[in-house]
C-alpha cells in the first residue's frame, strides 16, 4: 500500500497532508516550519507512519526557491518528490469543486489527491540534474539582461558626452567601436 503525501509549501512554515490508496486521510494537517527543526518534525512523522521509504510518495507545489531545501532534504532521506506547477494544482482544483475557498490545509489535502489520481505522475518527478539546470538557466538569463542593461547605459553616457561618436562611426562596426 502507498501513502500519498501533499505538501503545500511557503515562506516560513508548510502544511502537509496524507491519504492511502483509497483516498482515506491518515493524516489532515501536520504544519511545521521551513527550518531543519522542522523538517526532523516532517522525518519523525514519516518514520512514526512505519512504511518503508519506497512506498511514501510526496508532492508539493512548485514555488521557486521555497521549496528547494524540502526537496533537497526529502531527496537525502530516500523519498520521491513530485513537484506541480500551480497552473496544474488550480485546474485540478476547478475540475474537482466549485468551491473558490483557499487554505494551506486544504491545498496539502488537494496536492496529496492530485498526486493519488495522477496516471502520468512520472512526469513530475524532481530530478536534481533538471533543478540545477534550471537554475543556472535562469542565472544565465540574468546575466544576459544585466549586459544588456549596462549597454544601454553605456551608449547612454557615451551619447551625453560624445555625441560625434555616432556620426562618426556609421559602418557595420559600429558595435565593435561601443
Do not use: W
Request: hydrophobic share 40%; proline share 2%; charged share 25%.
Amino acid at each position: 500500500m502507498t501513502l500519498y503525501v501533499g505538501i503545500d509549501v511557503s515562506k516560513f512554515k508548510h502544511d502537509l497532508a496524507i491519504l492511502e490508496n483509497q483516498g482515506e486521510v491518515i493524516t489532515k494537517n501536520l504544519c511545521f516550519d521551513n527550518s531543519s527543526q522542522g523538517f526532523q518534525i516532517l522525518r519523525e512523522h514519516l518514520e512514526s507512519l512505519e512504511y518503508p521509504i519506497s512506498e511514501i510518495l510526496i508532492a508539493l507545489e512548485d514555488t521557486g526557491h521555497y521549496g528547494d531545501s524540502l526537496v533537497m532534504f526529502l531527496q537525502k532521506l530516500g523519498y520521491t518528490v513530485f513537484t506541480y506547477k500551480s497552473l496544474l494544482i488550480k485546474e485540478y482544483v476547478k475540475s474537482q469543486t466549485l468551491r473558490k475557498s483557499k487554505t494551506d490545509k486544504k491545498d496539502a489535502l488537494v496536492i496529496a489527491r492530485k498526486l493519488l489520481t495522477d496516471s502520468y505522475s512520472e512526469r513530475f518527478i524532481v530530478v536534481p540534474q533538471m533543478r540545477e539546470l534550471k537554475e543556472l538557466t535562469r542565472y544565465q538569463n540574468r546575466l544576459i539582461h544585466d549586459r544588456s542593461k549596462a549597454k544601454t547605459l553605456y551608449v547612454r553616457v557615451l551619447d551625453i558626452i560624445f555625441p560625434e561618436l555616432a556620426k562618426i562611426v556609421t559602418s557595420p562596426h559600429n558595435q565593435y567601436v561601443y
